[in-house]
């Protein structure tokens, strides 16, 4: 996650954090093998996730 720094997190552990989605200004997530099914669906997602006029090259 890629979260605004200044406000402090609800709770901290060792391997995770819980912090306010308006705190949250992106998320990452990492994968080993990716098709292009895989990639359109992920940036489906991201286009719905932020609302915007965002598109997929060729729609």
Request: hydrophobic share 40%; net charge negative; proline share 5%.
């Amino acid at each position: 996650m890629i979260i605004d720094a200044i406000t402090p997190p609800l709770w901290t552990d060792d391997s995770y954090r819980i912090v306010p989605v308006e705190c949250c200004d992106a998320v990452i997530e990492v994968k080993s093998n990716i098709t292009v099914a895989e990639l359109e669906k992920s940036w489906r997602a991201v286009v719905s996730k932020r609302g915007s006029n965002m598109r997929i090259a060729g729609e």
